[in-house]
């Protein structure tokens, strides 16, 4: 079992640049695969963005690919996700995630632990 905490969020304006940090308990985080996701009010939960257990694969959603970058340091255990260019509609509760047995990388459902989840907030 992995406990996640989630740290790094805030308020910015639009086309700054925030980095949150998922810190993991226990001594194998190598083995999670990580996601990050992200549920603004009134809509639904949706992918961000997901890493594999070396680092060597990753993987974006539509909307944040080219502005957000995943990257994990496993003797750290933490992953993060540095966010360039933001807009309003980045605007979110961002949670961190993870799970041992991967069998869909974007899909909330296929992961086991959650963190609590930070807010970002984009001004115009």
């Known amino acids: 079992q992995v406990q996640l905490v989630e740290s790094g969020g805030g308020l910015v304006q639009a086309g700054d640049s925030l980095r949150l940090s998922c810190a993991a308990s226990?001594?194998?985080?190598?083995?999670?695969?990580m996601g990050w996701f992200r549920q603004a009010p009134g809509k639904e939960r949706e992918f961000v963005s997901s890493i594999s257990r070396s680092g060597s694969s990753t993987y974006y959603s539509d909307s944040v690919k080219g502005r957000f970058t995943i990257s994990r340091d496993n003797a750290k255990n933490t992953v993060y996700l540095q966010m360039n260019s933001l807009k309003p509609e980045d605007t979110a509760v961002y949670y961190c995630a993870a799970t041992k047995v991967l069998w869909s990388w974007n899909l909330g459902t296929a992961y086991d632990y959650w963190g609590q989840g930070t807010q970002v907030n984009v001004s115009s």
């Open positions: 226990g001594r194998t985080f190598s083995s999670y695969v």
